[in-house]
């Protein structure tokens, strides 16, 4: 949503304690085991964190309530704001859970503060809940409801993480509860909205914010409340709260294996945002990115720049190494700091980026440096050197079309997760017959794919000898690909030993036959745009099942070698094809390309889904 009146007027900020080295942490969280004290060194050196923060002694007491960390962060930001409890009218908060489980977390927290009657919102979630609960406040503020508002995000997790957890329960965490411990950090951070700039000093105007959740695509990636090997059982199933923590069920779990698919979500927004005019990646001056280790910086990074759309280096900030990973507090601490450690200019553009790792929610907030009221009307000086779009693509036609391919890639993978092929194996359904049954579909699609390379060849013009030369190549591979799927299939006890008697459905017939139209057409480099769903496939969304299938199926390691290979090389596959697009959209004579290359890709997008709903598994 856009906004026109609406200030971030005050920040700030409280980390309880004194700062925890890595040294000093195993004071307060222990290592359970020789395996744990392993996990802990390796996890430590990947995020990079050197010091974090506890509102708990080194007996595991608490020292400080939530309540008063978020009330101690909210005083700040009224004090950098000038202003007092009696100047605001709505206070919303986001966090994982407050120090009771009702009432609601805003509510504990006006009483903390001992604020006057007003309205409040609690917003319960994970790193998005801060981000939910700023929504909420700057919508009232824009909508006139409120002129002045306070939200708080604050987190406490170094009580679930205390030794005596786990040295007295008696049970035995597993690695994906193992790696939150190292991980976060308490804290709180505060925001005060305004419907106008201050009168001095720095406020910034809050442009836009962007939130969207994928819970619907994914499994849970993060959650506290279930036992391991039962993920829909809730804790409240159990005879008593005993047995659920004796089962391990308030253990806060995180699986790190889908993690790489956040940051591709992000990255996917960030594009469909500069894509609709949200803003421009050279137009960006400081780029806040809530990550929890130092490894994810530069995923995120590659990324944006394979995507044509990065930010220089020098213009990211985080405070992830000395604050530690605080949740939805994370952006909140984050902009405090940073507003006290680098100094901005009117105009600027400040672009926070918050994933959550939840069940996947994507956001991002876009402020803007505003001038005081004092001097809101004076004309300020436009000598201020603009920088040059920091496109990683030769041009800005290939970034273009690179922006546009990710905009369908984003829509069909969002459908293919929903797909009731997908859906079946994360609900734990998919059989041995389901797997035989799909590669019976699947073989006779990939047995024609070098066919109907071959014949685009074929149809290429002597100009693009290149992309016949990169073509071949890949065709070559594919030819005999097949025949390693078809042993799979027959190594996983299947029937038909000819496979002239494979038939493909409906949709993979449709599939087939629009590939090899295309493929007789003169010059049809449109088949690019296809050949990016077909391989991404392989490459994103295929590896990341194989885990899941196999622990359902049982079946021996001779039965997935195709779906094993093209995990490893597909993306040496993409890398092959970004070479040839980027020939074929700077030596193309045809002006509409890059349309027809994006409208080839929505076709097999659809028409790769209509052969999965077409599998009547």
Not at 97 to 118: C, R, S, Y
Not at 475 to 482: F, I, N
Not at 486 to 506: A, E, H, V, W
């Amino acid at each position: 949503m856009n906004y026109e009146g609406v200030y971030v007027v005050g920040t700030g900020a409280f980390m309880p304690g004194e700062p925890v080295s890595n040294e000093q942490i195993d004071t307060f969280i222990q290592p359970i085991n020789r395996q744990s004290e392993r996990l802990k060194k390796n996890i430590l050196r990947e995020n990079g964190i050197q010091t974090r923060y506890y509102g708990i002694d080194a007996e595991g007491n608490t020292t400080i309530s939530l309540s008063k960390m978020a009330s101690n962060a909210v005083h700040a930001a009224l004090s950098d704001a000038k202003l007092t409890l009696k100047d605001f009218s709505l206070l919303t908060t986001g966090t994982v859970g407050g120090d009771v489980a009702v009432p609601g977390f805003a509510n504990m927290l006006q009483g903390e503060l001992k604020a006057p009657p007003m309205e409040v919102s609690t917003h319960t979630g994970i790193c998005a809940s801060g981000v939910i609960a700023l929504r909420h406040a700057a919508d009232a503020v824009e909508l006139g409801r409120h002129s002045k508002a306070c939200v708080a995000a604050c987190e406490f997790p170094s009580r679930m993480f205390k030794k005596t957890r786990f040295t007295e329960s008696g049970y035995h965490a597993d690695f994906d509860s193992h790696f939150l411990r190292w991980m976060l950090s308490d804290g709180a951070g505060s925001m005060i909205l305004s419907n106008e700039p201050r009168a001095e000093g720095v406020s910034l105007k809050l442009n836009h914010i962007h939130i969207k959740s994928f819970s619907g695509d994914y499994p849970t990636c993060m959650q506290i409340g279930a036992p391991l090997d039962q993920p829909e059982k809730s804790y409240l199933d159990y005879h008593s709260l005993h047995d659920a923590e004796k089962d391990g069920s308030f253990l806060l779990r995180q699986n790190i294996r889908l993690l790489p698919h956040l940051f591709e979500l992000g990255v996917h927004e960030y594009i469909e945002l500069q894509k609709n005019g949200v803003f421009k990646a050279n137009e960006i001056d400081h780029f806040l990115c809530h990550y929890s280790s130092e490894k994810f910086a530069p995923v995120v990074a590659e990324l944006i720049e394979k995507a044509g759309a990065s930010i220089p280096k020098e213009r990211w900030y985080s405070n992830l190494t000395r604050k530690g990973n605080t949740g939805s507090a994370s952006i909140f601490i984050m902009l405090d700091d940073f507003l006290k450690e680098r100094p901005v200019k009117p105009g600027e553009k400040i672009l926070c980026f918050i994933p959550e790792s939840g069940r996947f929610t994507v956001s991002f907030i876009l402020l803007e440096v505003a001038a005081p009221q004092s001097i809101a009307s004076t004309a300020f000086p436009t000598d201020v050197e603009i920088p040059e779009p920091a496109f990683a693509t030769e041009d800005e036609r290939l970034s273009k079309v690179l922006q546009q391919l990710s905009s369908v890639w984003h829509d069909y993978r969002s459908r293919f997760l929903r797909s009731k092929f997908h859906q079946k194996i994360h609900s734990q359904r998919f059989t041995e017959k389901d797997y035989r049954h799909w590669m019976e579909n699947w073989v006779p699609q990939v047995r024609e794919g070098s066919k109907w390379m071959r014949l685009a060849i074929a149809n290429l013009g002597e100009q693009y000898s290149f992309l016949k030369e990169t073509i071949d190549t890949h065709a070559g591979e594919e030819q005999h690909d097949w025949k390693i799927l078809f042993q799979d299939y027959l190594n996983s006890g299947g029937s038909i030993t000819d496979p002239d008697q494979l038939k493909r459905n409906r949709g993979g017939e449709a599939l087939n036959a629009f590939m090899f139209y295309r493929a007789s057409q003169k010059n049809a480099l449109d088949l690019l745009g296809g050949i990016y769903i077909i391989e991404g496939t392989g490459q994103r969304i295929i590896p990341a099942k194989l885990p899941l299938i196999k622990q359902q199926l049982k079946l021996g390691p001779e039965c997935y070698r195709f779906l094993q290979y093209h995990g490893e090389n597909d993306e040496n596959h993409l890398i092959r094809w970004m070479s040839a697009v980027s020939f074929a959209v700077h030596h193309s004579d045809d002006p509409n390309l890059a349309e027809r290359i994006v409208e080839t890709a929505k076709t097999v997008a659809d028409l790769y889904l209509m052969q999965l709903e077409n599998l009547d598994l």
